[in-house]
Every structure is written in structure tokens, then in C-alpha cells.
């Protein structure tokens, strides 16, 4: 099925570095959704975005979605261990089968104390 | 947010045998959606279980090896029958949540041997 362009697959940073990673699609999304998931435990919501150009903050966490609607990014600032996991953005379209969220293939995230 | 209880959270299957997942949500939803994650790999959509109509299997997933239940609102379950090794994945049941993005259960890891 559909997926999307989600880089890097995986990174490997000291505690304390700046981490982004970004998503991109061919099709137009009405949708962002910026998930992590930790060994042995379903995806946990991050950051919901629902606006072209919308930026949303959650503590650590920036996200945007982008004007042209195909594409977001994740920001995660002063990195510490307890960001380690894998993290997935997803879109959705606006109705019917466009509904259904098409996801990324995940970046890994190794933090080092 | 809602609270998906997911069970069992893993199993070791003999190959042929079956398994039946259940996820009970504490709030009544609409649409449950069951996914699979194969070791290392993001998401795919087998099926979303509706109440009260059969489940929408997505292309390369059947109801004969993945039967779906949703007897009510707030819960469902999904079959994986007939298991062979490559059956071996994560199992994730989902709810759409308002404002919240897609909710997740804590998935079961099963294994086939």
C-alpha cells in the first residue's frame, strides 16, 4: 500500500543535540500525525496537526505541517535518554477511502547519556 | 483520551492453530481498526470493524484468516487462523479519538512456531 517518504530511518545522537526528522507525500494530506512508540507498546500520539502551516509545540516536541500539505516535520530539542523509540508520522485525507492513515516507516532514535 | 485494553499482550502459537485478540475501549466508538507491524517495519491496516456490518478487510488481508468480531461499541476482536511463521508480528487495535488523533492498545507480539 501507500507509505511515506519518512528520513532519516534512524539516528544515533549525544543527550542534549537538536533531532529532526521530516515526512513527505505525493498526495495532499488534510492531516499530520506525529506518533512514538517504545519496545513492546502501541504508537502514543505526539503532536496532531489539521492546518497548512500550522507549527504546534508540546514541551520538547515541534512539529509543523507543511504549506503544501505533502509534507511535515518533527523537532525534538535538547534530546535526553528517554527519547530513545521509534517515531512514525502519519497522514489522512479528507473523506472516504482518504480517510484511511497512510504511514511512515519510522525513524529510530538512539539517544547517548 | 480513550483507554484501549489490548490481551493478550503476547503469545507463542504452534503453526496451524489460532488466536483470537480482543480490545475493549472505555468509551463507545464508531470505527475500531485492527493492525498488523512485521518485526522492524511501520504499520499496515488490515481491517477497520464497524458495529452492527462485517469488517472492511484492506487488499491482501481475508476474513477467513483474519475473522473480525464487533459486538458492540466498545469492543472487538480480530482471529489470526490457521498461523503459520510469517504470522509471527505485532497485532495493534486502534480507535479514532477526537482531538486526540488514532488511540492505540499496547499490541500483542505473537509469535509462530
Known amino acids: 500500500g501507500q507509505q511515506l517518504n519518512q528520513s532519516p530511518q534512524s539516528m544515533f545522537i549525544q543527550e542534549g543535540e537538536d533531532v529532526s526528522m521530516n515526512c513527505t507525500s505525493s498526495?495532499?494530506?488534510?492531516?499530520w500525525l506525529w506518533y512514538k512508540q517504545e519496545p513492546g507498546e502501541g504508537p502514543v500520539l505526539l503532536i496532531a496537526?489539521?492546518?497548512a502551516g500550522e507549527l504546534t509545540s508540546n514541551g520538547r516536541l515541534t512539529a509543523q505541517f507543511g504549506i503544501t500539505r505533502k509534507d511535515s516535520f518533527l523537532n525534538i530539542s535538547a534530546s535526553i535518554p528517554s527519547d530513545v523509540g521509534i517515531y512514525f508520522c502519519?497522514?489522512?485525507?479528507?473523506?472516504?477511502?482518504?480517510?484511511?492513515?497512510?504511514w511512515g516507516l519510522g525513524t529510530s532514535l538512539a539517544v547517548n547519556p | 483520551s480513550a483507554v484501549i485494553s489490548q490481551k493478550p499482550s503476547r503469545d507463542i502459537c504452534q503453526r496451524g492453530t489460532s488466536l483470537t485478540i480482543q480490545c475493549q475501549v472505555d468509551?463507545?466508538?464508531?470505527?475500531m481498526f485492527w493492525y498488523r507491524q512485521q518485526p522492524g517495519q511501520s504499520l499496515t491496516l488490515i481491517a477497520t470493524?464497524?458495529?452492527?456490518?462485517?469488517?472492511?478487510?484492506e487488499s491482501g488481508f481475508v476474513i477467513d484468516k483474519f475473522p473480525i468480531s464487533r459486538p458492540n461499541l466498545t469492543f472487538s476482536t480480530l482471529t489470526v487462523s490457521n498461523m503459520s511463521p510469517e504470522d509471527s508480528s505485532i497485532y495493534l487495535c486502534?480507535?479514532?479519538?477526537?482531538?486526540?488523533?488514532?488511540?492505540f492498545g499496547s499490541g500483542t507480539r505473537l509469535t509462530v512456531v
Open positions: 486502534s480507535v479514532e479519538d477526537h482531538n486526540y488523533g488514532y488511540t
Open positions: 468509551s463507545q466508538v464508531t470505527m
Open positions: 470493524a464497524n458495529q452492527g456490518s462485517e469488517a472492511t478487510y
Open positions: 498526495s495532499i494530506f488534510n492531516t
Open positions: 496537526l489539521y492546518k
Open positions: 502519519a497522514g489522512q485525507g479528507s473523506a472516504g477511502n482518504n480517510r484511511k492513515l497512510i
